[in-house]
């Protein structure tokens, strides 16, 4: 059984993202090998964004500048990754975060996900549900949810 | 941080259940040393069947042959940790499963959960969401989520 080989490791880079990141380390004694790092851009955010601040501001310079962040915050999570042994694969995705989630994980058959309980957006998850329950609910591997 | 060193195991004996087990002794190599291994006898069901079942059957008797087999299974389970080199700690609880088992987690002062995301009740739970579900929501500290 691979167990903990590949992981998927969803960020929004949040706080708890990043203690997730601590366990996945830990898990090397486990047998983990190879991570997928994953951020996704909710596209639903960027349109209701965009929707209010289109006559303002430029929202294309904007979602530039933001994309570039997003490049760099997974380059020093991978440059981490890749100084504590893993091979890492790196995506970022536009969409829905969970369904992405899920779909990341069939493609890249990976053997179990951490991901942190609740990402940025706290007060509609509290309403909705999380991202990490919805994938804990429809995942068809594994889920290793960390707390704050 | 403790991560993976004390984990707490709850089980209906159910094949979910012994999955996470194969986890358990996996995660020996992440730092895990003591296990909490804990059963929750549901006692709705228990008062459902001793209500329909009164009239034939003697309940009591067959309350005391259910007790003694999980008992036993917990006994298995035990010696299987402990082969594993786990320290082991057992208990048999009369309650709400997951309510229990939180209530356990506090007690024991665990630093992670592993159990399986579906027990044996299978519509129960497919309708009013299953006892994994309610921990990860409620619990303060990581839960791995093993699947069928």
Do not use: W
């Not at 601040?53 to 380059?75: C, G, H, S, T």
């Amino acid at each position: 059984m691979k167990m903990f080989k590949k992981i998927l490791y969803p960020t929004d880079f949040s706080d708890i993202s990043k203690k997730a990141l601590e366990y996945i380390k830990k898990l090397k004694g486990a047998g983990a090998k190879e991570i997928v790092l994953l951020h996704v851009i909710d596209e639903r955010e960027i349109e209701k964004f965009s929707q209010y601040a289109k006559p303002y501001l430029d929202v294309e310079e904007i979602e530039k500048d933001n994309e570039e962040n997003i490049r760099q915050e997974m380059k020093d999570l991978e440059n981490q990754l890749r100084e504590s042994g893993f091979s890492v694969k790196s995506r970022i995705e536009k969409g829905i975060p969970f369904k992405d989630i899920l779909r990341v994980e069939k493609e890249e058959k990976v053997s179990v996900l951490v991901m942190g309980s609740h990402g940025k957006s706290c007060i509609e998850e509290m309403l909705l549900g999380s991202v990490s329950e919805k994938v804990v609910r429809k995942s068809s591997m594994p889920v290793l949810v960390i707390r704050r």
